[in-house]
Nanobody
Framework: QLRLVESGGGLVQAGGSLRLSCAAS????????MAWFRQAPGRERDFVGA????????YYADSVKGRFTISRDNAKNTVYLQMNSLKPEDTAVYYC??????????????????WGQGTQVTVSS
């Protein structure tokens, strides 16, 4: 079992930065693949980034590559999403997700068993 709570969302101007955090409860957090997804109104939930349990590998959607960085601190049971050079099209609810059994399909929401409640990110132009 993994309980996830996101924080750090808000309103920012285009070109600005935000850092999202996802605090996890659960003794086996360090064994989970962790990811961030986002969902804008009227759209499907889209993959943003994922990091494997040991932080050796991180993956990103093309739309955020070079601007966003996902990281994790297993000692603090927390995963982060540093978002720089934000654009209005980054506006969405951002969700943290955990996958206990990594299959390689880190980009699919259906692979993740645990989800946070989401945090709103709004980027104004």
């Amino acid at each position: 079992q993994l309980r996830l709570v996101e924080s750090g969302g808000g309103l920012v101007q285009a070109g600005g930065s935000l850092r999202l955090s996802c605090a996890a409860s659960g003794r086996t957090f360090s064994s989970y693949t962790m990811a961030w997804f986002r969902q804008a109104p009227g759209r499907e939930r889209d993959f943003v980034g994922a990091v494997l349990w040991n932080s050796d590998h991180a993956y990103y959607a093309d739309s955020v590559k070079g601007r966003f960085t996902i990281s994790r601190d297993n000692a603090k049971n927390t995963v982060y999403l540093q978002m720089n050079s934000l654009k209005p099209e980054d506006t969405a609810v951002y969700y943290c997700a955990g996958d206990q059994y990594y299959s390689g399909r880190y980009y699919l929401p259906t692979e993740y068993d645990y989800w946070g409640q989401g945090t709103q990110v709004t980027v104004s132009s």
